[in-house]
């Protein structure tokens, strides 16, 4: 499979080069880059039951790719990005001596694939609309380098939360279109209209509805509100919401996967992967009270912003009863370094769901109750304390130290030490079901892990 990937992706390499002698130069421009990435777990606790331990791991990958922009017209612009994955970073399984999971996996992606529209005094003369159809990254917080953006980065019923090393830096990926209207200069205000398939878990294919607004008053405050309606549009409502396939009827231990029995009336509430989000964030620039002594800081330096996100605003009885569960928050500072470096940023988050931060009933199960790492039949049942019995609270906290330094237009270096929600998918075989629970790298707060990267771009 891999090898017919990579012969595709040839092809298309070869399909871009001959569009490059073909075409007018001045309406196409493209780019090369790659990047060598080294890193180690430091601590990473062990879970109980089947697991791979990561502790004292190396990671490494090595990935490179094409960037193609060309102009089709004065407002519309088609990109391409595809990249090629090596990974020499999967564990493999120690205590049973099996080393050959660990082979070298090099695996084709895309990265960008979309018309771009974009249009300058659309109704006044400081005004822009532009509009991505396609396959293409977005953000939104622009100052998190590693924690946040939690809209695209979780999952409402159970509340799940995805990071990484520059994950939040290249961006989610996302497929359908995008609109985005901006006004003003001292005073700028920007809109976000998107609507996207689903396609990282399980079940693919629902479509959300994000809006996002934010403001921007003179560079020194930045505010920003957003709502997103996850699986507005379901595809397979038997997956998006179990329980509406006859499959389960008369099943005690799978009603309890699925939903919460009222032990009243004895109708069982059926628990959903739909769900609302809303997020709130702000940043705060100090180097607007400095006036022209603020030319010694660099542009990142002193700026302070933080983001708190509802995953999930409705309440189910049973596992999702306390909305303070399900609300992350972090803060980010970056500290002065006059320039000697790009960024130096410190980001923390406190998310203090009772659960692990675990995706494996989702996947095993077609289930939205969380993980609690019991036996099958040792679920909860209507008797039991949903919370107190089962609540963890030694992952609560993560934090994550961040630094890039960008030589010229050709080289980036970067570093990050984090305890943050690298997910261990990432770096080991698939299934999971054969390997590892789907849980962090380093899901306790004590974890936590170091990754060095060179990026090159030419």
């Known amino acids: ?74 407002s519309l612009t088609g990109r391409l990005n595809l990249g090629v994955v090596v990974n020499l970073a999967t564990v493999a399984n120690r205590d049973k001596k099996e080393y050959e999971s660990s082979a070298k996996k090099t695996v084709p992606a895309l990265l960008d694939a979309c018309l771009e529209y974009q249009k300058r ?84 294919r629902d479509i959300h509805l994000t809006y996002i607004t934010n403001s921007s008053f003179s560079s020194i405050l930045n505010l920003g509100f957003g709502v997103q309606f996850a699986r507005l549009i379901t595809l397979d409502n038997r997956k998006t919401t179990p329980g509406t396939d006859p499959t389960y009827k008369n099943k005690p231990i799978e009603t309890n996967r699925i939903g919460y029995i009222d032990s ?101 199960a077609c289930s939205p109750v969380p993980f609690i790492n019991l036996p099958a039949r040792a679920y909860p049942d209507r008797n039991r304390d949903w919370h107190d019995s089962l609540r963890i609270t030694d992952d609560d906290l993560r934090w994550s130290i961040y630094a890039s330094k960008k030589f010229g237009n050709h080289i980036r270096l970067s570093a990050q030490a984090a305890c943050d929600h690298t997910p261990k998918i990432w770096y080991t075989p698939f299934p999971a079901t054969q390997s590892t629970k789907y849980s962090d790298v380093v899901p306790k707060n004590d974890d936590w892990y170091f990754m060095m990267r060179m990026s090159i771009y030419f």
């Open 264 to 364: 009243a009336t004895g109708d069982t509430i059926k628990y959903t992967f739909r769900g609302t989000k809303i997020m709130g964030r702000l940043m705060f620039d100090v180097k607007g009270f400095f006036g022209s002594g603020k030319k010694i800081f660099g542009s990142e330096d002193l700026k302070i912003y933080g983001e708190m996100a509802l995953i999930g605003v409705k309440n189910y009885p049973g596992w999702y009863e306390r909305p303070e569960e399900r609300m992350p928050i972090m803060a980010g500072f970056n500290f002065p370094t006059f320039k000697i470096l790009d960024v130096l940023s410190i980001e923390v988050e406190y998310y203090g769901t009772p659960y692990a931060n675990n995706q494996e009933y989702i996947w095993k």
């Open 121 to 204: 005094g659309l109704l006044l003369d400081n005004d822009m609309l532009n509009v991505e159809l396609g396959y293409f990254p977005f953000k939104y917080n622009q100052q998190s380098t590693n924690l946040g953006e939690y809209l695209f980065r979780s999952g409402t019923y159970p509340g799940w939360l995805i990071s990484g090393f520059e994950h939040s830096i290249d961006k989610p990926k996302l497929a359908g279109v995008h609109a985005s209207y901006a006004m003003g200069s001292k005073v700028r205000w920007q809109q976000d209209l998107i609507m996207n398939t689903e396609l990282e878990v399980f079940p693919y």
């Open 1 to 74: 499979m891999n090898r017919m990937m990579l012969q595709s992706f040839a092809v298309c390499l070869i399909i871009i080069s001959s569009a490059i002698g073909a075409q007018d130069s001045s309406r196409l421009k493209f780019g090369f880059w790659s990047r060598m990435t080294l890193g180690q777990v430091v601590s990473s606790t062990v879970e109980p039951g089947y697991d791979i331990p990561f502790d004292k791991e190396w990671l490494e990958t090595i990935d490179g790719g094409i960037k193609v922009n060309y102009k089709l017209s004065p």
